[in-house]
Nanobody, 118 residues
Framework: VQLQASGGGLVQTGGSLRLSCTAS????????IGWFRQAPGKEREAVSC????????YYRKAMKGRFTISSDNAKGMVYLQMNSLKPEDTAVYYC????????????WGQGTLVTVSS
């Protein structure tokens, strides 16, 4: 099982980035997959998730309206479109499977660093 995040970078306040999560080694359609982030000195937190089978999505309140999660089931990919980025969005972003909101399971893959400059 592998879930690898990519697409991070440096962006100015108000800018946008699109993160990609490449999933392999499991039956993609059977799971909920989500994005998490960990800012320096803080605990990892859930950002958004998507039920792959029906496309239902969930967001942390602070991200609703700014971030959009989507999936390409044929490719085994999950995306996170991030708009109106703020300095407080600076973090390493990871993707993983979830049992329920905020509850990941399995090992963590490599994250991708998002830095938002003020």
């Amino acid at each position: 099982v592998q879930l690898q995040a990519s697409g991070g970078g440096l962006v100015q306040t108000g800018g946008s980035l699109r993160l990609s999560c490449t999933a392999s080694g499991f039956s993609f359609d059977d799971y909920t997959i989500g994005w998490f982030r960990q800012a320096p000195g803080k605990e990892r937190e859930a950002v958004s998730c998507i039920h792959i089978s029906d496309g239902d999505t969930y967001y942390r309140k602070a991200m609703k309206g700014r971030f959009t999660i989507s999936s390409d089931n044929a490719k085994g990919m999950v995306y996170l479109q991030m708009n109106s980025l703020k300095p407080e969005d600076t973090a390493v972003y990871y993707c993983n499977r979830l049992t329920t909101w905020g509850n990941p399971f399995g090992s963590w893959g490599q994250g991708t660093l998002v830095t938002v400059s003020s």
